[in-house]
């Protein structure tokens, strides 16, 4: 693999890169060919005897492209879907496309809870289960949206775009629980008022406190990952591996019933008994 401090002619690749309206892969393949032909180029000029200096703004003026080739391969380039809607306004546009994204999520939940109804998992459910149902409907719209905008519309300006809006959003309603002690919070809400004149109430209950020492895990971490995914570059990693662990811990006591934050809370329980701490 070349070394970045060999490449002679990244920097002026890096400055046509911010220039192409290209979908990421075409747009890196794109560079990387042009990158070796100017190479090329260079080594037969330098061959001929032409100095170094000379041979590589020889190489960009003969092969690097200005302004109206740049143009032309945007348009070349343009997706199905874009070449489609390129004579309707933007506000049209975006306002069919949030329509669209507004009924799925409808039609998503409603599938969901219809499936839920001719199962026994609504006879007890976990307390976790409509938490889960709701922020995996959230983000698996939020990756329909995206895979929409790569793949469909080759919009590939600014990928993770939302994402740290959608975690911010999950802090923030973990951690309105647990600020106000319990008294309001989103889910429960949503449990009482919605949920419970729907499907009816749970066949059994389970102490409150477990569940809730739980929350507080997963507001702590989500609480922490927000920052980190807004500061981006190496800290995002961080951000996502926290938000990841909240996740699959949800998802864990949804489907299966463990539920790792009220274990701790147990072991913690039995520790404070124990004058252990």
């Not at 793949?151 to 951690?175: C, I, M, R």
Request: hydrophobic share 50%; aromatic share 8%; with cysteine.
């Amino acid at each position: 693999m070349r070394r970045e401090e060999n490449r002679a002619f990244l920097p002026a690749l890096r400055r046509l890169e911010r220039r192409l309206a290209l979908p990421i892969p075409r747009r890196i393949r794109l560079l990387r060919e042009l990158e070796w032909d100017l190479e090329e180029i260079r080594d037969d000029l330098e061959a001929r005897g032409v100095a170094p200096e000379e041979a590589r703004d020889r190489a960009l003026e003969i092969l690097l492209p200005g302004e109206a080739s740049v143009l032309e391969l945007t348009r070349l380039h343009r997706p199905f879907y874009r070449k489609v809607t390129r004579n309707l306004a933007h506000d049209r546009i975006t306002l069919m496309e949030r329509g669209a994204l507004g009924l799925m999520t409808v039609v998503v939940l409603g599938v969901q809870v219809a499936a839920l109804r001719h199962t026994e998992t609504l006879g007890s459910p976990s307390p976790f289960l409509w938490v889960v149902l709701l922020w995996g409907t959230l983000l698996f719209l939020f990756l329909l949206a995206k895979a929409f905008q790569l793949w469909v519309k080759g919009d590939h300006g600014n990928p993770e775009q939302g994402l740290d809006a959608l975690l911010g959003l999950v802090a923030l309603t973990l951690t309105l629980a647990v600020v106000s002690r319990w008294r309001f919070g989103p889910y429960a809400f949503l449990w009482r008022h919605l949920l419970i004149p729907l499907v009816g109430p749970p066949g059994q209950t389970e102490a409150a406190a477990p569940h809730r020492f739980a929350k507080l895990i997963g507001a702590t971490f989500t609480l922490g990952a927000t920052p980190l995914v807004v500061i981006g570059g190496p800290f995002a990693l961080a951000g996502y591996v926290l938000a990841g662990i909240v996740a699959v811990l949800a998802g864990l006591a949804a489907t299966t019933g463990f539920c790792l934050g009220c274990r701790l809370y147990g072991q913690l329980a039995v520790a404070r008994r124990l004058d252990l701490v």
